[in-house]
């Protein structure tokens, strides 16, 4: 079943304490990207990867970092978690020449 | 700036009767034009997208969307709305144009939820 995946769903973290939250997709697309929701705002998106070892900042960048080593694989990093990074998390892929991106069951972070 | 306005943050339905969710964006150029909806839970699903050609576009569920260029509007209908359409909706756009910043990203709206009463 083509899908994007990503662990874990829920997670509860200290503000300061590392964490990473993995994006797993089996459709070979190359283009990824991380978004985060919040009321009111929509989903907004903090990184972009075009392909392997290709990344860029979407519009809310602070405080993330990710990395794409394997086309399949784009982990979403905090090296230091702080309360306002509270949110739903999604990742999502897409095929170049696709227009629709296809997204992940989320991933509901929170920060105390 | 490019954004992306859903004016009702709720809509409202009985059952049967027919829906509207609307959308109205603020990009240059053509951009793609899509609806996602969101189940309580889950993740984002997409439910149609315009590119081109017939400005009526239909989708999953019975759900279909009127694009207007004039009125840079792209809103969701369905004829007859079920229970099981309450969720929240999102529209979104994405830039056509290859090597602009909005080539990579969904610009998306702030959700509409929609709520059926049987």
């Known amino acids: 079943e083509a899908q994007v995946t990503q662990n874990p769903r829920y997670l509860i973290t200290v503000t300061g304490k590392k964490l990473t939250v993995t994006c797993s997709q089996n459709?070979?697309?190359?283009?990824m990207s991380w978004y985060r929701q919040d009321p009111g705002l929509g989903l907004r998106q903090i990184y972009y990867?075009?392909?392997?070892?290709?990344?860029d900042k979407g519009d809310v960048p602070e405080g993330y970092k990710v990395s794409r080593k394997e086309k399949r694989n784009f982990p979403l990093i905090l090296e230091s978690p702080s309360p306002n990074q509270t949110s739903l998390y999604f990742c999502?892929?897409?095929?170049?020449?696709?227009?629709?991106?296809?997204f992940g069951q989320g991933t509901r972070l929170t920060v105390v | 700036a490019q954004s992306v306005a859903q004016p009702e943050d709720q809509v409202n339905v009985a059952e049967g009767n027919p829906l509207t969710v609307k959308c109205t964006y603020s990009?240059?150029?053509?951009?793609?034009l899509f609806w996602y909806v969101q189940y309580p839970n889950r993740g984002l699903q997409f439910l149609l997208k315009?590119?081109?050609?017939?400005?009526l576009v239909k989708g999953s569920y019975g759900f279909e969307a009127e694009f207007n260029k004039s009125q840079t509007s792209f809103h969701l209908k369905k004829p007859s709305a079920l229970v099981s359409d309450s969720a929240l909706y999102f529209c979104?756009?994405?830039?056509?144009?290859?090597?602009?910043?909005?080539?990579?990203?969904?610009?998306f709206g702030a959700g509409t939820r929609l709520a059926v009463h049987p």
């Open positions: 999502a892929s897409r095929q170049e020449g696709l227009t629709e991106a296809f």
């Open positions: 315009y590119i081109t050609g017939d400005n």
């Open positions: 990009v240059s150029g053509n951009p793609y």
């Open positions: 990867s075009m392909n392997v070892e290709v990344t």
């Open positions: 979104a756009v994405r830039s056509r144009a290859m090597f602009s910043g909005g080539y990579n990203k969904l610009i």
């Open positions: 459709m070979n697309h190359e283009y």
